[in-house]
């Protein structure tokens, strides 16, 4: 089984950086897609940085200029380096991906998600 695994959430004060990163492993044998989505209380889980594997990215308008994702494909682990942040950042950040493992079509995974939380 596919998974992807999340680390570098934590509590950090407005203006300070965090850098996530998200490690694929299983019986992989191509990633078309990663991205980073997040989800704060009561509101929908939203896109906020891809990396497609032609190296196209893709950022939301509120994260333009403060976050960078980027791929270390021998490692099969995506990055998204966050500075400035700000309070209205806080949410559960997940991690996403297509991958083929096999005949099957391109298959959509998830992470379970790590807190950041951007306060005082």
């Known amino acids: 089984q596919v998974q992807l695994v999340e680390s570098g959430g934590e509590l950090v004060q407005p203006g300070g950086s965090l850098r996530l990163s998200c490690a694929a492993s299983?019986?992989?044998?191509?990633?078309?897609?990663m991205g980073w989505y997040r989800q704060a209380p009561g509101k929908q889980r939203e896109l906020v940085a891809a990396i497609t594997q032609d190296s196209i990215t893709n950022y939301d308008d509120s994260v333009k200029g403060r976050f960078t994702i980027s791929r270390d494909s021998a490692k099969n682990t995506v990055y998204l380096q966050m500075n400035s942040l700000k309070p209205e950042d806080t949410a559960v950040y997940y991690c996403s991906a297509k991958i083929k493992t096999g005949r099957d079509p391109l298959k959509g995974y998830w992470g379970q998600g790590t807190q950041v939380t951007v306060s005082s």
């Open positions: 299983g019986s992989i044998l191509s990633i078309a897609f």
